[in-house]
């Protein structure tokens, strides 16, 4: 062989072994691109899942602010409502006519006493002369020995019994802060039994 046969022969090994390269180079970079794409549409269905979980997460978050905001209006409205109820309930205690709260009275101490003898402080409602009234009637309806205190109380309805260190309150004011929850539930329910 010559020596331009020689030269021929590398030159056609070269490029021979150029395709050989090539070839596998296009191949690995096609295998590459490949892997690339995917993990590129990997990537981009968990972004998507992603962004899928937070939508759904932000609609579920705003589905339950907006009912949370649909409960607090309720609450506000009731309590709006129950307070008004009250205020009417507190006036028209405070303003009944003497004869009934003298009747009221007389049945609530009989009611609340247990000894029939206690001290009766009365509150600011009535005449002197209208309670020593009730504390008579009182007395000889139950055979009690009721006396009426020489002070009256700074509340504007009921009493506040008193015997030794015990004191029973039945003052409007303390009706109605100890036993307000058990009002309004009752309350609530004759109203929602309209509906």
Sequence with gaps: MSVEGIINRIISDAKGEVD??????????????EENELAAQEYFDRQRDLL????????????LNRRLDER??????????????????????????MKEYQML?????????????????FG???????????I???N???GGSFTIAE????FSWGFILHKGKVETHMSVESLFKYKRNDLEQKAWEIFNADE
């Design 20 to 33: 050989n390269i090539l070839g596998e180079a296009k191949q690995h970079g096609k295998a590459i691109q």
């Design 52 to 63: 899928d979980e937070s939508y759904r997460k932000e609609k579920e978050r705003a589905i």
């Design 72 to 97: 607090k209006s309720v609450l506000q409205t009731r309590q709006t409502w129950m307070d008004k109820a009250f205020d009417e309930a507190r006036s028209r205690l405070v303003d009944q006519p």
């Design 105 to 121: 009275m007389k049945q609530l101490i009989a009611t609340v006493s247990s000894a029939k003898d206690e001290e009766v402080q």
């Design 124 to 134: 600011t409602k009535g005449e002197e002369k209208e309670l020593k009234s009730v």
């Design 136 to 138: 008579a009637d009182l």
């Design 140 to 142: 000889r309806e139950t």
């Design 151 to 154: 002070e009256r109380g700074d």
